[in-house]
């Protein structure tokens, strides 16, 4: 089967816009949390969130186009637009065939929900006549890879993968398939969510999974694998890649960030919310990335951690990692970028493999802040407060999702 590389990334991340604000953002263990900006909280018990600041929609859509799109619109273009000119892709230019031979891969968790929920309360509330005439194709999921295929005119596959959490992984395992088996030379690909809207919020406090200690430190609140962990931070953003046949990327000088080496997902039929305490099958994901990939636990020198900073989802993580890596894992460094941005939910994958790739590029691993006392249970080398210089060759990309869903990522470095 061919080989896939990424060749091109574009982020919008609460920590830093642009590539190269990611990558300074990330390596200097910067906080994107703050206290919430797009609405008036009131009495909420929750304050804080990762919101994307000082971003001009209107530099994405056009005004006319914003009160028809969701969040996501705007977030995602920006997005693939960076990693289209990061790529070497001019689409403007691009023949017909070249286009037919390009697909759209978005993976969301909540979509355009938070659309739909602003059409309600701008209708209810009395502001609005009437809600937008294309509030039924723009507030359903499938059609947000159709507004990244019009603006850039792809003409190939146009998808939305949405399996929670693991939504923008999967999306990415997905295009890794697809170019694999031939189907296209090249995948415009990742992941974007706009979740902070009041209702989504108040849905994520009823099932008690946001922290709500912190409304006073709101950079300190996201705190994996820390002993006083209470919950997560919801957040918001668009990381996107161009995932690439690796001859195809060859010919045309390309320059390639990584291969996509291998991808494992499982789900453990167990529970809505929960995860099993086993951790059997986070660990048989990534096990079967590892396997198609063709390493052992001891070729692993990163591993880029779903850590969401709730008490159940950091222990099981914990224990996935010492099943499938062994004694090896002890000795393996992993980092969890959550604690920098809140928790994207089904771009969080996403997130994770821009943080791995830049790890990659400058030999330089994220570190997971907020660490000041870990759980005794969650006791492997998280990577602390201060990055770390490494070489990495091989990384493992981990999610976990609402539904018992698991999805794992290996990513190769390739000689230079």
Known sequence: MARVVITGMGVVSPNGIGREAFCRAVLAGKSGVARIASFDPGNQMVQIAGEVRDFNELDWVEPHERKHVSRVVPLAVAACSEALRDAGFEHEHMSIEEKRDFGVILGTGGGAQEFSEEQYRLWHSGQIRHVSIFSIPSGTMGTQSSEISMRFGFRGMSHVVTSGCTSSTDALGYAFRHIQAGMHSAIL??????????????????????????????????????????????????????????????????R???????????CEAYHRVRIEENAEEPARAIELAMEEAGITARDVQYVNLHGTSTQLNDRVETRALKLVLDKQAERTPMSALKSQIGHPQGACGAAGVAATLVAMEHGRIPPTINLEQPDPECDLDYVPDVGRVAQIEHAICNCVAFGSKNSALVLRKLAS
């Open 189 to 254: 690909v990742g992941g974007v969510d706009a979740p902070i809207k009041p209702g989504i919020m108040k849905g994520y406090m009823l099932l008690r999974a946001l922290t709500a200690k912190w409304n006073d430190a709101p950079e300190r609140a996201s705190r994996p694998f820390s002993a006083d962990r209470d919950g997560f931070v919801l957040s918001e953003g668009a990381w996107m890649f161009v995932l690439e046949e690796y001859e195809h990327a060859r010919a045309r000088g390309a």
């Open 256 to 266: 390639i960030y990584a291969e996509v080496a291998g991808w494992g997902s499982t």
